[in-house]
Structures are given as structure tokens and as C-alpha cells.
């Protein structure tokens, strides 16, 4: 189980690069700067090369992350929306990629570590 939650924290540091490159093209693009793109190429940097290392995951493991990944980006939009609802937190103030991160790790690191148990 240890091997699991071990491999899902990976995971989770690879979405997180994906989320800082993705929201750094994202505010580049808003914001018409050049600036953040740099951080954006590095965010995808490490992507690159942490997956470079990682070669044993098998095709089923990686449709599995892709799917999780992708789910749970689009579910953290409505976060605070559910969350208002159901606890009355106000978290419209949360910025939307911090809430995106937030999310990938509150859901995600679970749902991965379940993943590479059973799957792994």
C-alpha cells in the first residue's frame, strides 16, 4: 500500500507541473505578457522529464491517470459551488488554479493510490 501512495504522490507532482504549466499559458494568454510562458515551458519541463524516468507504467495505468486527471479537472470548477452548498464556505475568492490544485491532490492522490494498488 506504501508502493501505492508512493507512486500516486508522483503522479500528483506531475498533474501539479501540468496545472502550473497549463494556468501559466492560460494567464499568458489573458494577459497578453510574455512573462509567464517561461514558467509555463518549465511546468511542461518537468512533466517531460518525470515521465521520462517512469517507464513502467503500463498502457492501462496511464488511460486510468489520463481519466482522473482529466475528470477531476473538470469537476474543480464546480468545487465551490458544492461546497457552499453543502458546508457554507464562501470559496468563490479561491483562485480557480489554486482550487484546480487543490483539488488534484484532495481527490486525486486517493483515487491514484487506489488505482496502483489495485491495477499495479
Given at each position: ?7 500516486a504522490?508522483?503522479w ?10 497549463t ?60 461546497v ?37
Amino acid at each position: 500500500m506504501s508502493e501505492a501512495f508512493l507512486k500516486a504522490l508522483k503522479w500528483y507532482i506531475i498533474a501539479l507541473a501540468a496545472i502550473v504549466g497549463t494556468s501559466a499559458f492560460i494567464i499568458a494568454s489573458n494577459s497578453g505578457s510574455v512573462k509567464p510562458v517561461m514558467l509555463g515551458v518549465f511546468g511542461y519541463g518537468v512533466v517531460y522529464g518525470m515521465s521520462m524516468y517512469w517507464k513502467d507504467l503500463s498502457k492501462k495505468l496511464l488511460l486510468a491517470s489520463l481519466i482522473v486527471f482529466l475528470s477531476i479537472s473538470f469537476v474543480s470548477s464546480k468545487i465551490p459551488i458544492v461546497v457552499y452548498i453543502l458546508l457554507g464556505y464562501n470559496l468563490t475568492a479561491v483562485d480557480p488554479y489554486n482550487m484546480w490544485g487543490l483539488a488534484m491532490a484532495a481527490i486525486g492522490i486517493p483515487v491514484m493510490t487506489a488505482v496502483f494498488y489495485f491495477y499495479d
